[in-house]
């Protein structure tokens, strides 16, 4: 199973911008899609942004479109989110989530059953 840890999260004014990566173990990442989610007490953890395999395909929510860019590097293991114009509606923790290995390169998923593997989370918080 592929091991996922989360850093870069902290505290940041509203307008501000942070980078998220999440390290991932494993031979496989690249066949891996990979998501970020986010979750704030409670409410139902939601989804934020999706990558496939190959990074050849994304997608987002639409609360977070044009301001957040999820991006990935195989040959690190690693998936990047830049959060930019952060709002306080953005504060949460935010975790890195990996699906099962996938044969098509523009494997993408939004849905949280397709992804098996999660990281700890990092805790982002924007103040107004």
């Known amino acids: 199973q592929v091991q996922l840890v989360e850093s870069g999260g902290g505290l940041v004014q509203a307008g501000g911008s942070l980078r998220l990566s999440c390290a991932a173990s494993?031979?496989?990442?690249?066949?891996?899609?990979m998501g970020w989610f986010r979750h704030v007490l409670g409410k139902e953890r939601e989804f934020v942004a999706a990558i496939s395999p190959s990074g050849s395909s994304t997608s987002y929510a639409v609360s977070v479109r044009g301001r957040f860019t999820i991006s990935r590097d195989n040959a690190e293991n690693t998936v990047y989110l830049q959060m930019n114009s952060l709002q306080p509606e953005d504060t949460a923790v935010y975790y890195c989530a990996a699906t099962r290995l996938k044969l098509l390169d523009s494997y993408i998923s939004s849905r949280e059953s397709d992804y098996y593997s999660w990281g700890q989370g990092t805790q982002v918080t924007v103040s107004s």
């Open positions: 494993g031979r496989s990442f690249s066949r891996n899609a």
